[in-house]
Structures are given as C-alpha cells and as structure tokens.
C-alpha cells in the first residue's frame, strides 16, 4: 500500500520555542493532507485539511497562528507547533488522500511531542 | 458528517472470532464504511472499507445490512497481535476522507 512518512517520530522541546513536523507522501503525489492531534487514550481529531498551493483549513477551535501548515509541493505538508506550551505535547498524526480518493486514507506513523 | 458509535472496548481470546459493531444512523447515500486499527503510538492503518453487503479481504470481514445504519467488521481467529483499537469511519467516495469524524473506537484485548 501508499505510503505516508512523518519526521521526526517523537521530538522534546522546552516551552516557548517551535517544532516542525513533516509529513511525506512517498509514492503518490497527495494534493490533500490532514493533521490530527491525538491525546493519550483519546481518539484523533482532526485539526486542519492541508491543501496544496493554497491556504490550509483548520477546524473549529484550532488556532491557525499556533499550528502552521505549509503543503508546499505534492508531496510535503508541514506543521509547525511555534511557541509550544507543555498543553501542547501530544501525539501529531498526519494523513494523505491519493489524487483518486478511494475513501482510504494513508497515514503517517505519528510524531509524538513533549513540551517541557 | 455522519457520527459513529461503538463499543468502547471488548475481551476476546486468542483463536476466536471477534465482531465489532459501529452505528452509524445518519450516514448518507454517497458515505462509504471504512476500518482501521491502531496500534499505541502509531498511525491508524485501513483495514477494509464496504458500502453494503459483505467484504472480505485476507485479513477481515465486513458486514453491512440493507437500511446501512450499521456495520459489524468481523476478525477471524484473533491473535495477541490484534490487541489494539479499531475505528469505524463513514465518508463521502470522492470526498475528503480525512474529513470523516474518528469516534471514540473500539479497544479490543486480546488474551492468551
């Protein structure tokens, strides 16, 4: 199957400063990614549809200014955590749909973050 | 969108057939049900997706009535590698899948 890389798979920050978090879909080009946040022992939710060339879509109650995505090229979206805060340390999932949806998403394998 | 609900966890041993039921009552004509299991720290994987009827791949069934306000996926012969929690989503063919609602899932534990 497809297959959706993410880097780095955990990341340790001290409070205030900012993470990127990559998301690569390695063997189809994807003009669509999602971003989750998954806290321990919770569902994910989906925090943002990253689209590519264009400004992503965040849901209802996602700070666009805290949680940066960038989906430059077909293959790349990014999500930068800036000014992290310990409330922010989490399990980042991200998702990409192949050009012809087939209603299956392909997910990354998860960065998990941990503000001190 | 339409929303999911599903048994928050289930026990099952080793060698027996698990079914996990989702309700799904408001899904639309277009949605199509789709599976997926999560390990712990890792991303959700597909496990097999049905607009009605049955399917079955190599490693699940999937079980969906007439009315498709609800599906069972059904696994054969768990293994302690199964132990993990199954989500049950309900989306648009052609639209953003990624857009589907995760529910609250369903833990399975398998034991020895």
């Known amino acids: 199957g497809a297959v959706v890389s993410q880097h780095p798979s955990w990341v340790i920050c001290k409070s205030g400063t900012s993470v990127k978090i990559e998301c690569r879909s390695l063997?189809?080009?994807?003009?669509?990614m999602f971003w989750y946040r998954q806290f321990p022992k919770q569902s994910l939710m989906l925090m943002a549809t990253?689209?590519?060339?264009?400004?992503?879509?965040?849901e209802q109650g996602v700070e666009k200014d805290k949680f940066l995505i960038n989906h430059a090229s077909l293959t790349l979206s990014t999500l930068t955590v800036t000014s992290a805060h310990p409330e922010d340390s989490s399990f980042y999932i991200c998702?990409?749909?192949?050009?012809?949806?087939?209603?299956?998403?392909?997910f990354g394998e998860g960065s998990r973050l941990t503000v001190l | 969108l339409a929303k999911t609900t599903q048994p928050i966890s289930m026990d099952s041993y080793e060698g027996q057939e698990v079914n996990i039921t989702c309700s799904h009552n408001?899904?639309?004509?277009?949605?199509?049900i789709t599976w997926y299991q999560q390990f712990p720290s890792q991303g959700p994987r597909f496990i097999i997706q049905?607009?009605?009827t049955k399917v079955t791949n190599e490693v699940a069934s999937l079980f969906i009535p007439a009315d498709r306000k609800s599906s069972t996926l059904s696994l054969p012969r768990v293994s302690l590698s199964d132990t993990a929690v199954y989500y049950c989503?309900?989306?648009?063919?052609?639209?953003?899948?990624?857009?589907?609602?995760f529910g609250d899932g369903t833990t399975l534990t398998v034991k020895p």
């Open positions: 998702s990409a749909e192949p050009p012809s949806p087939t209603g299956e998403l392909f």
């Open positions: 063997d189809f080009q994807a003009t669509t």
């Open positions: 990253s689209n590519e060339g264009s400004k992503a879509t965040y």
């Open positions: 408001n899904i639309a004509t277009n949605d199509y």
């Open positions: 049905g607009y009605k």
């Open positions: 989503l309900v989306g648009g063919y052609n639209t953003n899948a990624g857009k589907s609602t």
